[in-house]
């Protein structure tokens, strides 16, 4: 089965660092979100892309996040400076794009920044 | 008011019963619904797409009202294994963007 990669799977590391999260999506997909996921705030839509393009990066606090498409095999989400508060499990998911397909998740990213 | 909104339970169930999920969304753009489903420390997996008419997968059962902006998912017979959070979605057919319940927890019993 084709399945959306992420790296790394876990991440900690201190305040203040610059955190580089990667994605693969499934080969053909055309559509690319990235979540952020809490306890409290359940599933967020941070970004997304279409055939490369960001669409929406409304839900994404802009002065420290960045989310880019280097190329239809790569997604990355960025956070320069990572404060504690960003400590969350970060997915990628992927989709056809067209109307009435779901999407397909990664399986996540750990973040834990002290 | 969130746009999709479920009870977050947890529902705790003993096995071999009955338990029915209910979801309302707000926008009445939105054109597709799903049930996925998430383990503790897991992706969210898609379990189900709704359909208008109702649909059946196994011991599955997900049903769509539009006029009331309602979504439900039956299951029957619950087994250990479905112990998990179930998340209620919309799509956006112009946008693509799934829109996220928070979840309802099911925890099934010996």
């Known amino acids: 089965d084709a399945r959306v990669t992420q790296t790394p799977r876990h991440k900690v590391t201190e305040m203040g660092q610059e955190v580089t999260m990667r994605c693969q999506p499934i080969l053909g997909h055309n559509t690319v979100f990235w979540y952020r996921q809490t306890m409290m705030q359940g599933l967020e839509l941070l970004a997304y892309?279409?055939?490369?393009?960001?669409?929406?990066d409304s839900g994404m606090p802009k002065d420290r996040f960045s989310a880019e498409m280097p190329d239809a095999t790569l997604a990355t989400l960025k956070i320069q400076p990572s404060e504690p508060r960003d400590s969350a499990v970060y997915f990628c998911?992927?989709?056809?794009?067209?109307?009435?397909?779901?999407?397909?998740f990664g399986d996540g990213t750990r973040l834990s920044i002290l | 008011r969130k746009e999709v909104e479920q009870d977050p339970g947890p529902f705790n169930v003993p096995e071999g019963a009955t338990v029915a999920f209910n979801c309302t969304y707000s926008n009445s753009a939105s054109q597709s619904f799903f049930w996925y489903r998430q383990d503790c420390r897991k992706e969210p997996k898609l379990l189900m797409s709704v359909y208008s008419s109702g649909n059946e997968d196994g011991r599955f059962t997900a049903q769509l009202n539009r006029a009331s902006q309602y979504i439900s998912l039956l299951i029957r017979d619950s087994k250990l294994s479905d112990s998990a959070t179930y998340l209620c979605v919309a799509l956006s057919s112009n946008t693509g963007k799934l829109i996220f319940g928070q979840g309802t927890t099911l925890q099934v019993k010996p």
């Open positions: 892309f279409r055939n490369r393009a960001p669409l929406d």
């Open positions: 998911a992927s989709g056809s794009g067209q109307g009435g397909r779901p999407q397909h």
